[in-house]
């Protein structure tokens, strides 16, 4: 009985949280007017109804991936690195800093592009290690910090746009010059899909997964995350293990945005982070320590976020529905993660 | 208001904190309630306010029974409690404060309020900016505030647990004029303290407490020695000790000083050599803790030298105090000790790194295993440790020191411990002696104290006594200078 009734707990949580949260969708879709299994059916067919929407699901899923196991780092050593996001828009800024710099040099391709990474996670590592730095020595709660630190970011990259970067002629929205082609990471024919991105993508996660179950570097980084005050007394040093902890989680922002400048945009673009810094804390906070269910969570989250592109083509619907089904399931899940903690508690 | 308390017993877990205690307070009285650390004093006074629930017992309040959910409730029927700490909002105004958890208006009014508070201070000679934020008030004033708030709401009883930690000797003279003025009006006083010319200077009554139950109650006439007997009872546990031929000196204290939110430790002397154990007896917030701290680098110091195996470490913070081979032994294990969410084989792999940057998993679990054999923990290798009681919480903290360490620093070794766990921490600890480690503890047990310590130091009010030898010191004689008698004879501190 009491073993039937624990294993209820811990799988039955998530399967309700999921279900509440679709059912609020189907009830706001209904108030729009809309039939919710029309509009169901319509986002699956929007991520996976052609080679080339499974594509468009798969160039999300990439960074997102990367951003994500970034933020597992961040999670285990109980940091909320909400500036993932401006450390997407460094790591991308220097990517392009790099290329522009270099493009016309007599190099071969491949070597740019290998110092345009380095920058680029370079960038984001240094960036987050600044929120980092906020912290331990001004003891600026790291929310706070990373928010502002967005804020200057997205100033930066508006600023590089519209002033020393922007296209001869006219700054404009749609962003930089584009680079020539032999400065992209090859992508399949008639996609911006490269297979670049889903291995860079698998590899983080394989690394970090090992990093926080095997290596000792982890297992410090749990333990800081878990109780500071007791691993600072085992001998721990606490402040330098998450300035550790912030500057991966920053290079793997960092590397996103190398793949959004040379895999799908192929130049900086105002929006270049596309959101999926704030969408991999949704997948993050979902999935927890699990490291392998970042990958067939972010998948689900990227069919999500392409799917919902149809919703206006088919029904006349707001895209933006998607983000709020994706706010819906982290609730739910989050809900009924809380409802399991107090019955546990009280039994 | 007479109050009587019957049969009021309450359990933590496994702790009995009040065992049928029954006490009656007849009205306009100040009843002082003595005791040591953990003997059910702040329980039982808890119990009363409406803070905590009894597990069975009854409340009469003027021959009337009462049942308090809520704090709220006590207050109503006339019983205010001023807590050890403050419970108090520092970033309110005195006004704010003032006005807080009175009950009636949503709105109300502040200019009343204003009016009463000033009344009610200089009835009593205090003075207060009634715009001035609470967290640029000292202690005392804190709780003379308090005190005004729990007059203005009406209350009958007051209860003080430990309110003479902290303030200064002017604040607490004003505090006795204050509370002997709130007797002769006819409220009724319950003092808690474990000062014991405080208690004989102040208190109508005298009951005191030991292990949650009753040891006594006394009206004057009475001797200190009764008292001090009545608080620690007789000696169970013999002194022990096998003399230790002195090593070098690894930790050596030159007028060091220290300071918290509210303590000074008065400038210190102390050298502790190898293979020493040296403990350091007091109340709770006599210094003891500070002291323990300074030693680790854990609290800075104001003054003086710190030198750990003769090197000066003054100023340095815990992690070269810890690479010097200084460990220290919080006595909140699961805040402060030990990770709760990891287990065994975690912490070993935590406190003694792998040499590569993996870990080898099925070894370091064996190796916990060895541990658990070692040190009789009931648990496996991979039981969280929040899963342990405290008895095993308390070996795998031991489990986790390996030699060479020079001093080991602990906060209560054997709090909470059943008598069988306490001998066994206490023969780990002896083994790290044998190695050359020096050890400080500190604890609320004089028995303890006694029984395990080569010298004995003796903490009241952030001083500290020169180091005694515990075969020359009666347990009496150890009692008052704790309670803070014959500090000028006994111990020229």
Not at chain 1, 265 to 274: C, D, E, M, Q
Request: hydrophobic letters at 50%.
């Amino acid at each position: 009985m009491i073993r039937a009734r624990s294993l209820w707990l811990r799988t039955g949580g998530p399967v309700i949280g999921v279900g509440v949260a679709v059912l609020a969708a189907a009830g706001l879709l209904l108030l729009a007017g809309a039939s919710p299994l029309e509009a169901f059916r319509q986002m699956g067919l929007g991520a996976f109804g052609s080679v080339n929407r499974l594509a468009d699901v798969l160039v999300v899923w990439g960074p997102l991936v990367l951003v994500t196991a970034g933020l597992l780092v961040t999670f285990a050593a109980g940091l909320w690195n909400i500036g993932i996001e401006g450390q997407i828009v460094m790591g991308a800024i220097g990517v392009t800093g790099v290329l522009r710099l270099l493009q016309d040099a007599p190099l071969p391709p491949w070597l740019v592009l290998s110092i345009a990474l380095a920058a680029g996670m370079t960038a984001g590592a240094a960036w987050a290690v600044l929120a980092g730095l906020l912290k331990t020595i001004g003891g600026v709660n790291e929310i706070f910090g990373g928010l502002g630190l967005n804020f200057i970011a997205s100033a930066l990259i508006l600023w590089l746009i519209f002033g020393p970067w922007k296209r001869p002629g006219i700054g404009s929205m749609s962003g930089t010059e584009p680079f020539p082609e032999s400065l992209g990471l090859p992508t399949l024919a008639g996609t911006r899909l490269s297979l670049w991105s889903l291995a860079l993508g698998l590899a983080a996660v394989g690394a970090i997964a090992l990093l926080l179950s095997r290596s000792a570097l982890g297992l410090r980084l749990r333990a800081v995350g878990l109780n500071a005050r007791a691993a600072f007394l085992l001998g721990v040093p606490t402040w330098r293990n998450l300035l550790v902890a912030f500057g991966l989680c920053g290079a793997l922002a960092g590397l996103a945005g190398f793949v959004q400048v040379t895999a799908v945009y192929h130049r900086l673009i105002p929006s270049i982070s596309s959101g999926y810094g704030f969408l991999g804390l949704l997948v993050a906070l979902i999935i927890r320590y699990r490291a392998v269910w970042v990958v067939p969570v972010a998948a689900f989250f990227a069919a999500i976020t392409i799917g919902g592109i149809q919703l206006p083509i088919a029904l006349q619907l707001d895209s933006s529905l998607s983000g709020v089904l994706q706010g819906l399931l982290v609730l739910g899940v989050l809900f009924s993660d809380g409802l399991r903690h107090r019955a546990a508690a009280r039994s | 208001m007479d109050i009587i308390l019957k049969e009021i017993r309450k359990t933590f877990g496994r702790v009995t904190a009040s065992d049928r205690v029954t006490l009656a307070v007849p009205g306009g009285t100040i009843q002082g309630l003595l005791g040591e650390n953990g003997a059910g004093k702040s329980t039982l006074m808890k119990i009363l306010s409406g803070y905590l629930r009894p597990d069975g017992g009854e409340i009469l309040l003027g021959g009337k029974p009462v049942v308090f959910r809520h704090p709220a409730d006590a207050v109503r029927a006339g019983v205010g409690m001023l807590h050890q700490d403050p419970l108090d909002f520092p970033s309110l105004t005195v006004l704010e404060n003032f006005m807080s958890g009175r009950p009636g208006h949503f709105f109300p009014s502040r200019a009343a309020a204003r009016r009463r508070l000033r009344e009610l201070a200089a009835t009593f000679g205090f003075a207060f900016d009634p715009r001035a934020y609470l967290d640029t008030l000292t202690v005392g004033e804190r709780q003379q505030l308090e005190v005004l708030r729990l007059l203005s709401l009406d209350v009958r009883v007051l209860i003080l647990d430990e309110p003479t930690t902290g303030i200064s000797a002017a604040q607490k003279a004003q505090l006795f004029e204050t509370l002997r003025r709130l007797s002769a009006e006819g409220r009724t006083i319950l003092f808690v303290s474990h000062k014991l010319d405080e208690v004989e200077s102040l208190c109508h009554r005298v009951a005191v407490l030991r292990a949650g139950a009753l040891a006594g109650a006394l009206t004057p006439p009475y001797t200190t020695a009764e008292l001090v007997t009545l608080m620690f009872g007789r000696p169970v546990v013999p002194p022990q000790r096998q003399p230790q031929a002195p090593g070098r000196p690894v930790l050596e204290l030159r007028g060091v000083s220290a300071v918290d939110d509210r303590l000074r430790l008065a400038p210190l002397d102390l050298d502790i050599r190898a293979g020493e154990v040296v403990g350091l007896a007091g109340l709770t917030g006599s210094g003891q803790r500070l002291l323990l701290r300074a030693c680790a680098g854990l609290v800075r110091t104001t003054a003086g030298t710190v030198r750990i195996g003769g090197r000066d470490l003054t100023g340095h913070a815990f992690p070269s105090f810890r690479g010097h081979g200084v460990v220290f032994v919080p006595t909140a294990r699961l805040e402060e000790g030990l990770i709760g969410d990891m287990d065994l084989a975690e912490h070993l792999q935590l406190v003694h790194p792998p040499r590569g940057l993996f870990i080898d998993w099925p070894r370091a679990r064996a190796t916990a295993d060895e541990r658990i054999r070692e040190f009789a923990i009931r648990g496996r290798p991979d039981t969280r440790m929040r899963e342990l009681s405290g008895g095993n919480q308390q070996r795998a903290l031991l489990s986790l020191l390996a030699p060479p360490l020079a001093l080991i620093l602990i906060e209560e070794p054997t709090r909470g411990l059943d008598v069988e766990s306490a001998v066994a921490v206490w023969i780990r600890l002896r083994a790290h002696c044998q190695a050359g480690a020096a050890i400080l503890f500190l604890s609320s047990d004089l028995d303890e104290i006694r029984a395990h310590s080569d010298r004995i130091v003796v903490c009241f009010c952030g001083r500290s006594s020169p180091p005694l030898d515990p075969a020359t010191m009666d347990i009496e004689t150890l009692g008052r200078l704790i309670g803070g008698k014959g500090w000028d004879r006994e111990a020229a501190g």
